[in-house]
């Protein structure tokens, strides 16, 4: 799970980087203000990537992906670009989730399977 979630997360931090661009077009915002959430949120998704397998690290990452959908307020592209990635947070979880449960299996069957037909 630990690596579909940071894939999708470190997409997200450029994602995010580049939504700041686009908002600093905005004359009603200010610089300063832009780069200080755009970071925080860059930031965040970054810290998230070593918080995944930790209590709360994928909840943290659902509260995210609501600001991202929300930030789509300030730059109407992010309510669709948040919404995908919506989705790719929660195919990261949910398939992650097997994949892990999967490895889990294979390693308590011994990690090795007999060769077929010998």
């Not at 992906?65 to 919404?83: E, N």
């Amino acid at each position: 799970m630990r690596t579909l979630c940071s894939s999708t997360l470190i997409g997200e931090f450029f994602v995010i980087g580049f939504a700041g661009l686009v908002a600093m077009k905005d004359p009603d915002l200010s610089t300063g203000t832009v780069w200080t959430v755009s970071g925080i949120a860059m930031a965040l998704s970054v810290l998230l990537c070593g918080l995944i397998t930790r209590p709360g690290g994928v909840q943290l990452g659902w509260a995210l992906q609501i600001a991202l959908i929300a930030a789509g307020f300030v730059v109407p592209s992010m309510f669709f670009l948040g919404a995908i990635f919506a989705a790719l947070w929660w195919a990261s979880v949910h398939y992650g989730r097997k994949i892990d449960e999967a490895k889990a299996r294979f390693a308590a069957e011994g990690g090795q399977s007999s060769p077929s037909g010998v």
